[in-house]
């Protein structure tokens, strides 16, 4: 065996770290004082060290040939990353903020809308009265074009109400100047409102038609005009016929009103002068004084009708 | 993959698990250098020089990770890069004049050592690669190149350590009695 075989033995049991701690102090004392096996030494932490670092520069070398992006690439694809971030981040933005403002006005809505949770339990017909004062702007004429058109009917409603207001003070012929409609006959006035609203169902699916019935009621009923006349023979008379009411005298340059009754039976008219009703016949050709109603019954059932 | 993948895959001397963590964390890691008055060049090695760090450690069966992998890689590129600062800073202020010594006996030897171990046989080179490089156990060694037992092992890692011994002298004595 020569000596650097025995160099070995000594040596690669202190490189492994097999040495007990007497034995490393000894070795490392022969080392300081022993020339040859100290060279021999250098020998061995040489090799051991090419070991280590031939795997280094294997795993080195893979990882070289591994293909990393360039750095402008890496910074281009990032920007590229950030302009989708930014506009993903915008569109949620202006998405959020749409549905926020779309939150808001459906808040506001809400807001008006509910102000009272009892609302909420409203019926239809509470709802239409709503919304009427809102959107029906003249009331009014619509209630006087649909007066003129009416005639006794067929209804369940056994009574319309038409009332007209008139002084002698016009000339020769005086119109109706103010026409009230009493309010069972005025609701399906209401319903023609909603006619014009595309977020409210029609009339028809609503089970309300009031031009169905203005029509039918128009093909039965026919306007009645009313003049008034000032010839000086006759001071309080009046002619009714073919639905034309003359009315003959000043009146004192008293109001005076109309009142017309609808039925199943047909029309009834009345002139209603100084707190006083006044019969009117439906076939009075000849000119004839007005006769007031003295049946107290029928004059209380006329009376609110008038307050009204 | 997740953390506990990669562990795994290293453990068992996957290489691959190097390199996806080489590419995953590569912007990363180089960016700790750059930043720091590094090159790219330099912020490479530094980043691989980690990454072999954390493979042995891995390999070595001693590491107890108590934190992600990118987080322990980093810190092993922050001390290495804070070590290589230190090696600059005391170069530069150093003599310049000075000559710097270059033992070019042992890089010549080193050379020839590196020849001989790609004449080494392939089980060779794996046993004293995973025993002196990865700092492997015998018994793991042993069970990974299923050998019969830690003894037997031991035994081949001696044998192989003796035969590029002998093969680096051989060559080493041949190329000295040529000066």
Redesign the interface.
């Known amino acids: 065996m020569s000596p650097?075989i025995n160099f070995?033995d000594q040596i690669?049991p202190f490189l492994?770290g097999q040495l007990s701690g007497t034995e490393k102090v000894e070795f490392e004392k022969q080392l300081q004082n022993d020339p040859l096996l100290k060279g021999e030494f250098?020998?061995?932490q040489?090799?051991?060290?090419?070991?280590?670092?031939?795997?280094?520069a294997q795993?080195?070398t893979?990882?070289?040939n591994?293909p990393?992006p360039a750095?402008n690439t890496?910074v281009s694809t990032n920007l590229a990353a950030l302009k989708i971030a930014g506009s993903l981040l915008l569109i949620s933005a202006i998405g959020t903020g749409g549905y926020l403002y779309y939150q808001n006005q459906v808040n506001t809505q809400s807001t008006v809308g509910t102000t009272s949770p009892n609302q909420i339990e409203l019926s239809e017909e509470d709802l239409i009265g709503h919304t009427m004062i809102e959107e029906l702007p003249t009331p009014p004429q619509i209630y006087a074009e649909d007066i003129e058109n009416t005639e006794p009917q067929e209804q369940d409603e056994p009574l319309t109400v038409k009332r007209e207001i008139s002084t002698s003070s016009s000339t020769k012929t005086s119109q109706p100047q103010n026409i009230v409609r009493e309010p069972r006959s005025v609701q399906p006035t209401i319903i023609e409102g909603f006619q014009d609203e595309e977020s409210f169902p029609s009339e028809d699916e609503l089970g309300l038609s009031f031009k169905t019935f203005d029509e039918k009621n128009n093909k039965e009923i026919a306007q009645v005009e009313v003049s008034n006349t000032i010839d000086g023979k006759h001071s309080f008379h009046y002619q009714h016929y073919n639905n034309k009411l003359f009315l003959y005298g000043d009146f004192n340059n008293i109001p005076y009103e109309i009142l017309e009754l609808n039925n199943a039976k047909g029309r009834k008219l009345y002139l209603f002068y100084q707190g006083e009703f006044y019969d009117i016949k439906s076939d009075q050709e000849e000119i004839a004084p007005l006769v007031e109603i003295k049946d107290r019954k029928l004059f209380n059932q006329l009376s609110p009708l008038i307050e009204n | 993959m997740k953390d506990g993948e990669i562990l795994a895959a290293i453990s068992k001397g996957e290489e691959s698990a190097l390199d996806y963590l080489y590419k995953k964390y590569y912007r990363m890691m180089t960016k700790i250098v750059i930043s720091n008055s590094g090159s790219e060049q330099e912020a490479k090695d530094i980043y691989q020089d980690a990454l072999i760090v954390f493979w042995q450690k891995v390999m070595s069966g001693n590491l107890v990770l108590t934190s992600k992998i990118s987080t322990y890689i980093y810190s092993i590129c922050l001390n290495l890069w804070r070590k290589e600062l230190d090696r600059k800073s005391r170069i530069s202020g150093e003599e310049k004049d000075t000559p710097v010594y270059m033992d070019f006996e042992r890089e010549e030897r080193k050379k020839i050592i590196n020849q001989c171990i790609n004449e080494l046989g392939d089980t060779c080179n794996k046993i004293l690669t995973y025993f002196y490089f990865d700092g492997m156990s015998m018994s793991d060694i042993a069970e990974r190149l299923g050998f019969a037992n830690t003894d037997t092992a031991k035994t081949k890692k001696y044998k192989c350590k003796k035969r590029l011994d002998n093969l680096v002298r051989s060559k080493y004595s041949a190329s000295d009695f040529l000066d």
């Open positions: 650097k070995f690669s492994d250098q020998f061995q040489d090799v051991i060290s090419s070991v280590k670092d031939y795997r280094i795993l080195k893979r990882l070289n591994i990393i750095p890496m």
